[in-house]
């Protein structure tokens, strides 16, 4: 077999070949970061199934009466005929029974949901009021400021914000609410998303629409909220969303060390506390408030991944 | 062969093979990417054959299918890529359904690889010496630790490093971009590989760094007499390196054949474009810059560079005594760095440059990387501070400006960006990043800056519906003029163009600096022009600067550099524009 010359070839010119040269069309529908990442969530049932749990315990906190016609502290009268070896055990109007102290264990859930989710919210709230700002003033001005807010936050980083919500709840004993476990768990926890927020924005900062928005005669600070913060805050999201999750089990854990709130309030952490001591006896107690936990955090946690997913292209590329 | 052999079959390099026979044979090859958007085919039926010991370059632009073609070859497509149809025969066996493990034998030993980033592709935890040795032993080349140490010494040398034992300790980052794209190349050619594929290897690199890459490159494939296949978006490149080159565009083969006659007599109507487009033909064809009318379609192309250029030089001489608008007197930028234990070390980024610009030209500020020339950028656009010296802007000194001061003269002078897809906010539409500098400049009435965006996206050929799109939305080339559109919203006298078309395809760029072309002459704008690439130089400057380590070293006209340049730096950076010997024809 012998070398043949290369001979030049040329290919059969279709029309329209060069026409467009820069070729890229609109597409007919719009997209943009949030709209895409809204098309992909569409299309994802787990989505559905964590939103759905979500939605059914945000109406059982703001509207509780929709779901059970029990009040929440009806002196918890354990109905006649119900002791001895049945204790606790479900009946006609409780559907999931009572506890020790003859409490509806249905209506307990149902009235718990509002505390839970206010102190997640709150925790949220308070983690992004401090973090968001010390993260990105941190991150895009640099220098001793970045030095000096950045070691605030390692000093908080520093002191496990469990521990620390302990002692502050253990110091405001006379003041148990809402609002100060709240603070207790959201004051200590937003080092890690001032730190996560810090990243991205210190990436963000060198694009050159940041240089671009400066060049045009904008201030830093201007630059920093118009242009800066919203390329940086997809991740934030994502975190907040799982410390949502993250706050309501702080709020039982606490509750449950006896720390928490009072046990007149009506909390999941708190029945969880309660129900552990008839664990043998009525175990049902015990296991309808974790369930309850278990799935909103379990939802909450995995709205936030799949947030984190979508907002993420490469992410979405892999599926 | 049994489908159940589990023993390896390694190529023998031993087995006789007709020196005559292609060494690889792709035929048909179909390459499919899977996308959100569906099945995309990026390589549509695609043959060419490689003979022992030949140079074969594709040409395109991005999204060619070129280094998709490539990547199939050695069979390691990224993502979800995969092969369609056809096959590829290296030594007449079909690859296209070889298991990793054997495909592991033929990547190395019978195709080398040099990928494209040399900052990237050295990991940067591991020594280079390591990674090398790793490179030997995957080979199979070395079975002792000892021999892969000799063998790994042997291959830093040969990639040119003098020194060889005292780097093999060395990490990535002490190497320079070109040492390291050697070393990459080593490692490639380590195995004697029959054929050695290089993808976009100098595109990361310097001009004269380029240069000598590919010099190392070219001498080191035909030392071991092996063939190469070269993947690149330079013409001039292409031609100057390989023997046969092949013209990709969508995915197909538009025109192959020995390079000089597809340069010279290109027949395709798209490779007829690509030529005319390239900026480095100009150089070459600017004083006949008849525009040939029996081409079909080149007659249409409004963007026709030599043309360009010859309107260019009619030009410089009517503006010959305008007033300056920039005016750099003694500029000096001295950073600190930090060298640890509270010291610091100065650097000189830019060392007493002195330079003018007059009214409605355009003066070009040429450079490698590290020459200063952004730096400089940056100084006049109020972004970064002069250590001492003087920039006065339309006759405005710009050193004891309030702030006031300085916003006011903003309007006067804007940005564009080299890379249009990191220049504009992702999140913000198209009209509200044309805006921008009209809200922040005081144009309050909605109505208004809505009127100015629709005359903007006019202005640089865009449709009006494009205002309600986002950035991702659009290509790299609708995107930098959206980066126009937003430098020219408040009428500025001079606009810097920092890199502004680097990025870009051939067409595109040409595009663009038409574009830019027919806004100077409209609305008498100021240029200054930063860049590396010479080529482009030639089409758009009036007069050029070329600055190395911070120092202007020459100045003049573009005719006067590019015919007659004094500075032997000048001299080596037009050595080393790819193509530049060669008679380009369109």
């Given amino acids: ?319 | 062969m049994k489908s159940n052999e589990t023993v390896v079959i390694p190529f023998n390099e031993a087995e006789a093979v007709d020196p005559d026979a292609p060494l690889v044979q792709v035929k048909d090859l179909e390459v499919t990417f899977k996308t959100q958007a569906g099945i995309v085919h990026a390589v549509r039926g695609v043959s060419f054959d490689i003979y022992p010991g030949e140079s074969v370059a594709i040409v395109g632009e991005s999204g060619s299918g070129k280094s998709t073609t490539a990547t199939a070859i050695i069979n390691l497509l990224a993502g979800t890529g995969r092969i369609f149809g056809g096959e590829i025969l290296v030594e007449g066996k079909d690859i296209t359904g070889y298991s990793q493990d054997k495909m592991a034998d033929v990547r190395g030993r019978v195709i080398g690889y040099v990928p494209q980033d040399p900052m990237s592709n050295l990991n940067p935890v591991w020594s280079v010496g390591f990674q090398v040795e790793e490179a030997v032993r995957a080979n199979g080349l070395a079975s002792t630790r000892k021999e892969a140490r000799e063998r790994a010494i042997e291959v830093l040398k040969q990639a040119g490093l003098g020194d060889a034992e005292r780097r093999m300790k060395q990490f990535p980052h002490q190497f320079s971009g070109g040492m390291r794209q050697r070393v990459l190349i080593g490692i490639g050619l380590a195995a004697n590989p029959k054929l050695l594929i290089a993808d976009e290897p100098t595109s990361a690199l310097d001009v004269t760094v380029q240069k000598v890459i590919l010099d190392h490159l070219e001498s080191r494939v035909h030392e071991q007499q092996a063939a190469l296949l070269l993947i690149t978006h330079d013409l001039g490149l292409a031609a100057e390196r390989a023997s046969k080159l092949i013209v990709m565009h969508r995915g197909r083969i538009v025109e192959a054949g020995p390079s000089l006659e597809v340069l010279q007599n290109p027949k395709h109507p798209y490779t007829q474009t690509l030529i005319a487009a390239a900026p480095s033909l100009a150089s070459k064809r600017i004083k006949s810059s008849t525009v040939r009318d029996d081409a079909p379609v080149a007659t249409d192309i409004e963007f026709d560079v030599a043309r360009l250029a010859a309107k260019r030089e009619e030009e410089a001489a009517a503006l010959a005594d305008a007033p300056a608008a920039i005016e750099v007197t003694d500029l000096t930028k001295i950073y600190s760095i930090r060298r640890g234990n509270f010291r610091s070390e100065p650097l000189t980024a830019v060392d007493h440059i002195s330079f003018k610009v007059k009214k409605g030209t355009t003066l070009a500020l040429v450079g490698e990387s590290g020459s200063g020339k952004t730096t400089a950028a940056k100084m006049i656009l109020g972004l970064e501070k002069p250590t001492s010296g003087e920039i006065s802007l339309m006759g405005t000194h710009m050193s004891g400006l309030s702030r006031k001061g300085l916003f006011e003269l903003r309007s006067r002078m804007q940005v564009v960006f080299q890379d249009p897809y990191a220049s504009l906010d992702p999140q913000r539409s198209i009209a509200a990043i044309i805006a921008e500098p009209l809200r922040v400049h005081g144009v309050s009435s909605r109505a208004e800056r809505l009127a100015r965006v629709n005359e903007l996206l006019d202005q640089v050929s865009l449709p009006r519906s494009m205002a309600h799109r986002y950035p991702n939305e659009l290509s790299g080339g609708q995107r930098q003029r959206v980066a126009v559109a937003r430098a020219l919203a408040l009428k500025p006298d001079v606009v810097v163009l920092d890199e502004a078309v680097s990025a870009l395809d051939v067409l595109v760029q040409a595009q663009v600096l038409q574009l830019l072309a027919d806004l100077q002459e409209e609305l008498n704008l100021t240029y200054l022009f930063i860049t590396h690439d010479l080529a482009v130089v030639r089409v758009v400057a009036d007069e050029v600067a070329v600055m190395e380590a911070g120092k202007i070293v020459e100045t003049g006209t573009t005719d006067e550099i590019f015919e007659n340049a004094k500075m032997p730096y000048t001299q080596r950076l037009l050595d080393a524009i790819p193509g530049a010997g060669i008679d380009w024809g369109a």
């Fill in chain 1, 1 to 319: 077999m012998s070398r043949p010359t290369p001979e030049h070839y040329v290919a059969p010119f279709e029309g329209n070949d060069i026409i467009e040269i820069d070729a890229k069309q609109l597409p007919d529908r719009r997209s943009n970061l949030w709209l895409d990442a809204w098309r992909d969530l569409r299309r994802r049932p787990l989505f559905y199934a964590a939103l759905i749990v979500a939605l059914v315990v945000a109406t059982m906190a703001f509207f509780p009466t929709l779901f059970t016609q029990v009040p929440p502290n009806d002196n918890c009268q354990l109905p006649l005929g119900t002791r001895g070896p049945n204790m606790g055990a479900p009946m006609d109007g409780h559907p999931l029974g009572f506890t020790l102290q003859g409490c509806d264990v249905y209506a307990r859930v149902v009235w718990g949901a509002r505390t839970s989710l206010t102190v997640g919210l709150l925790v949220v709230a308070i983690t992004a009021a401090i973090g968001i700002p010390m993260g990105a003033l941190a991150g895009f001005y640099g220098g001793w400021v970045d030095s000096f807010l950045s070691r605030i936050g390692d000093i908080f980083f520093s002191i496990p914000y469990f521990l620390a919500a302990v002692v502050v709840m253990t110091v405001f004993s006379e003041h148990k609410n809402v609002f100060v476990i709240s603070f207790a768990i959201g004051g200590f926890a937003w080092a890690s998303l001032a730190r996560l927020l810090r990243a991205e924005v210190l990436q963000v900062k060198n694009k050159e629409f940041v240089l671009a928005s400066e060049a045009i005669g904008r201030s830093k600070f201007s630059t920093l909220i118009r242009h800066v913060l919203p390329n940086s805050l997809s991740p934030v999201i994502v975190s907040l969303t799982v410390s949502l999750g993250a706050a309501i089990v702080a709020e039982a854990a606490l509750s449950f060390l006896g720390v928490g709130l009072g046990s007149n309030v009506m909390s999941w952490g708190n029945d969880i506390s309660e129900a552990q001591t008839t664990i043998r006896t009525a175990p049902m107690a015990l296991f309808w408030p974790s369930l309850f936990l278990t799935l909103t955090v379990l939802a909450f946690i995995t709205l936030g991944e799949l947030v984190r997913d979508a907002l993420d292209p490469k992410a979405r590329a892999r599926r």
